[in-house]
């Protein structure tokens, strides 16, 4: 059972940054990948970023170079790093995990969190 709770959304201006945290709780956390999704008002959930458990790094094509996915092993913590945010950003950002990598860039991973919101103001 993997347990994750995300943190560090909130309210910014157009151009500003975030730092998403999500907190990964559960037994055999390096077996699993992770992986970044945000849902935007009365749109589908869409894909941003994951990690695999070696370590490799995918992003979505509209996600490259502006979002910057990390992880602290030592903490069981997984960042997403936004810069250079805009309105279109606005929505909810939600964690993910599963075994494999694959699942989570399907949108079907075994582990959701909560969501954080970020809203991006003009």
């Known amino acids: 059972q993997v347990e994750l709770v995300e943190s560090g959304g909130g309210s910014v201006q157009a151009g500003g940054s975030l730092r998403l945290s999500c907190t990964v709780s559960?037994?055999?956390?390096?077996?699993?990948?992770t992986g970044w999704f945000r849902q935007a008002a009365g749109q589908q959930r869409e894909w941003i970023s994951s990690?695999?458990?070696?370590?490799?790094?995918e992003y979505a094509e509209d996600s490259k170079g502006r979002f910057t996915i990390s992880r602290d092993n030592a903490e069981n913590i997984v960042y997403l790093q936004m810069d250079n945010l805009e309105p279109e950003d606005t929505a909810i950002y939600y964690c993910?995990?599963?075994?494999?990598?694959?699942?989570?860039?399907?949108?079907?991973?075994?582990?959701w969190g909560h969501g954080t919101q970020v809203t991006v103001s003009s």
């Open positions: 993910a995990a599963d075994l494999f990598v694959f699942r989570i860039k399907e949108g079907r991973p075994e582990y």
């Open positions: 559960g037994d055999t956390y390096r077996s699993y990948c």
């Open positions: 990690i695999s458990h070696d370590d490799r790094i």
